[in-house]
């Protein structure tokens, strides 16, 4: 029997800013051919950057997270992502996603008038993304633009002023459609709570092994349980304490999978008071019992 596929995995820093740079300074863009499926735990976990991301469904069906919105999005269709919105991607089975993540700044300049008049609007308007349905003419023409992106990239010779065109294209027609909520806006978004989940988040992360309670979480960010509590529902759609479980049971996986300590250890290293309820969860998350995820993926020297 082959050995499973290594998962890949969304690595970040303690702001959960991802680690990865997308292209290089001369061309910041970068194009990706994913699977869902193939990440660590079927999901493209928590993460944002400083640049715009486009995701395309080519097949399956994605469920992402996105600031505050959840939305399923079905094989055809396209979502725009924001700059420096939280965000995370779930399939339920093999789900292919051609996307790209790139610099606004690769297509103008921050002080011109290109910058200022098509993405600026976006980007400063609080909106998390936009989804794109191929029934509707306009958005239809945006998927058919960022189609283009992608079918430069996969020549052997890449384009890169073919690239840009397309994406000025794509955010031409946005322009054209955009909603009259959109006018340009010298003020900041309110990322407070973002902010705010950013570092509960953190602090989980941090003190997952220790007796957590809600009100020690929300603490972390000097407000009350139900404040955290609803930060957290409007930000990943999950409880505080459903979080700080989840966190435990990754960082018991990837002990099962690279040491050989026993199960009942393992729960207690991750800050599980009884073993029986550690399995119970595990086998929950995983559809598998702890010794069984051992089985397969044990990686242990």
């Not at 709570?193 to 603490?219: C, K, P, T």
């Not at 049971?249 to 199960?263: I, S």
Request: charged share 20%; with cysteine; net charge negative.
């Amino acid at each position: 029997m082959p050995a499973p596929k290594p998962f890949s995995r969304i690595t970040t820093d303690e702001t959960l800013l991802e680690n990865a740079r997308h292209g290089n300074p001369a061309f910041p863009f970068q194009y990706y051919y994913e699977d869902i499926w193939d990440f660590d735990f079927h999901c493209v976990d928590w993460h944002w950057h400083p640049e715009l991301e486009y995701v395309y469904v080519q097949s399956g069906q994605a469920v992402c997270f996105v600031g505050e919105e959840k939305l399923t999005v079905s094989a055809g269709y396209g979502l725009l992502i924001n700059s420096r919105v939280l965000h995370r991607l779930e399939a339920k089975s093999s789900t292919v996603i051609p996307n790209v993540v790139y610099s606004p700044f690769l297509l103008a300049p921050e002080n011109s008038l290109l910058y200022q008049k098509y993405l600026q609007p976006f980007i400063n308007s609080g909106t998390d993304c936009i989804l794109f349905d191929p029934s509707v003419p306009w958005q239809g023409v945006c998927i058919h633009r960022m189609m283009e992106v992608f079918a430069s990239q996969e020549k052997q010779d890449v384009e890169e002023i073919v690239t840009v065109a397309a994406l000025l294209e794509f955010w031409n027609e946005m322009y054209q459609h955009k909603p009259p909520e959109h006018a340009i806006s010298e003020e900041k978004v309110d990322r407070t709570n973002q902010i705010r989940l950013q570092i509960m988040m953190q602090f989980v992360q941090e003190h997952y092994q220790e007796s957590l309670r809600l009100e020690d979480i929300g603490a972390a960010v000097h407000v009350g349980r139900s404040l955290a509590l609803q930060v957290f529902q409007q930000g990943i759609h999950q409880s505080p304490i459903s979080y700080l479980i989840e966190f435990r049971l990754k960082q018991a996986a990837k002990l099962l999978t690279f040491t050989e300590k026993t199960v009942a250890r393992i729960a207690e290293d991750t800050g599980f008071e009884s073993s029986t309820y550690f399995c119970r969860r595990f086998k929950e998350l995983y559809g598998m019992t702890p010794k069984a995820y051992r089985t397969r993926y044990s990686r242990a020297m």
